[in-house]
């Protein structure tokens, strides 16, 4: 769970959109994984069902770090994986979503540390962003590597500021 973890805080990418991942989305070349399906519980029905992403915008590729993209050469390697497996512990179809939650939750209160929504590591990783690149281009480059349709979904949405801001800002004005 570990590199399903990692890539959830390191990508900003969607429960959904990381369960539905199959080897041949992942291009070890490239240091890319693209994004073109999401998972979701069927309700009542105890399975886990491919559709579409959320959006238009949800459609893209996002690039990998050496650290990530050597994570999951390892875990693909490990499991034996062909490219119609699911990178995260699938072989004929995804593990669901409810069962990540379940892991997570495990997983977070042995850490001993506080209780948070899965979803909310995207929230995370939109402000750890945002926190540290404030360029216009920036900003662009981050909405769409989080699959968002604006800017101002991003910064509306996704961003949540940290410590005193304005005082930061303020100190920063040269006269």
């Not at 069962?99 to 995370?124: C, D, G, M, Q, Y």
């Not at 962003?129 to 981050?142: K, Q, R, W, Y």
Request: net charge positive.
């Amino acid at each position: 769970y570990i590199v399903l973890f990692k890539w959830l805080f390191f990508s900003g990418c969607r429960i959904g959109e990381a369960l539905a991942l199959q080897v041949r989305d992942f291009d070890e070349r490239e240091k890319t994984i693209s994004i073109t399906k999401t998972a979701s519980n069927k309700c009542g029905t105890g399975r886990v069902e491919i559709g579409t992403p959320k959006t238009k915008a949800s459609y893209r590729t996002i690039e990998l770090s050496d650290e990530m993209c050597g994570l999951f050469v390892k875990l693909i390697h490990d499991f034996g994986m062909t490219d119609k497996d699911f990178i995260f512990f699938g072989k004929e179809r995804p593990m669901g979503v409810t069962e990540v939650r379940r892991r997570f939750n495990v997983h977070t209160k042995a850490a001993h540390l506080p209780h948070i929504k899965i979803h909310e590591i995207r929230h995370s990783n939109n402000t750890w962003l945002i926190n540290d690149h404030h360029s216009p281009s920036e900003i662009e480059a981050i909405t769409k590597r989080l699959g968002r349709s604006s800017v101002k979904v991003t910064l509306d949405t996704y961003y949540h500021s940290v410590g005193d801001v304005q005082k930061t800002l303020i100190n920063n004005l040269k006269i």
